[in-house]
């Protein structure tokens, strides 16, 4: 059986613990029964909100991840070389601000 995670105890805490809260507030029970019933409810409800929160499904084994096919030599791909411009005769006068 899987452990749970992180999410789904805290989740399932804070559902035992508010629910717990709001019941005996709304019921004003005082009678020990009454608590005693109260608080199953609240961990029956809190377990029932940790098992539905979703779990992150295992990654996939290395030997099943699709590799790339390789690369022929047709279908590489070269560095073509540029063309040097030809140096202009004068080099332009650098404008500057007045």
């Known amino acids: 059986m899987p452990r749970p995670t992180a999410a789904q105890l805290a989740y399932g805490s804070c559902t035992v613990i508010f629910s717990t809260l ?3 507030l709304l019921s004003q ?5 009454g608590v005693v019933v109260i608080a199953l409810s609240a961990l029956v409800l809190g377990l029932l909100v940790a098992m539905t929160v979703p779990v992150p499904k295992p990654a996939a084994p290395a030997a099943t991840v699709a590799r790339p096919a390789p690369v022929t030599v047709t279908e590489r791909r070269f560095p073509v070389p540029r ?9 332009e006068p650098v404008r500057e601000r007045a």
Do not use: I, K, N
């Open 29 to 33: 029970t005082s009678s020990g029964l």
């Open 22 to 24: 709001a019941m005996l």
């Open 83 to 91: 063309e040097t411009v030809a140096a202009a005769s004068a080099p």
